[in-house]
């Protein structure tokens, strides 16, 4: 038996820019395609921007107003986004509460949340400079423009 395609797979990703996306509602959970990146152009995370950034994305949201209903924050294997999954996801408190968190990283003083031998099976490759720049890129892209949650 042929597996089936994932939804993910059938976008055009040559046409597909940086932003936000909803990339698929199972039931109460919606994925959110949080877009860094334009994908296939050369630029992508580095692992330990992409590390970074997500140590401190998924502890900062998880203590958002949505964090209770958050599911999972992580990167995309192809180093150009990440995915946020969220119980009964309203895409205007999500968008809101991801340009919150983003401000709370580039704000943030201190370490990489779970910079420690004990917390992290990576620990020495973590950089909060390389987060504090990754999420400031990202919030100018969000905050260019108006997004309608689709791809195109």
Do not use: Q, W
């Amino acid at each position: 038996m042929k597996p089936k395609k994932i939804a993910s797979f059938t976008i055009d990703h040559n046409k597909l820019k940086e932003g936000i996306y909803v990339s698929r509602i199972d039931g109460d959970i919606v994925t959110y395609d949080l877009r860094t990146r334009k994908p296939n152009m050369g630029d992508y995370m580095d692992n330990i921007t992409m590390h970074s950034v997500e140590h401190m994305i998924a502890t900062y949201i998880r203590s958002s107003k949505i964090g209770g209903d958050v599911i999972y924050f992580g990167p995309m294997g192809c180093r150009t986004g990440f995915y946020l999954l969220v119980r009964n996801g309203k895409n205007d408190t999500v968008l809101e509460t991801v340009k919150e968190t983003l401000e709370k990283v580039i704000i943030h003083e201190g370490e990489v949340f779970g910079a420690s031998r004990i917390e992290c099976g990576n620990y020495k490759e973590l950089d909060i400079d390389a987060a504090k720049k990754e999420c400031a890129r990202y919030l100018e892209i969000l905050n260019g423009y108006t997004p309608d949650f689709k791809y195109e």
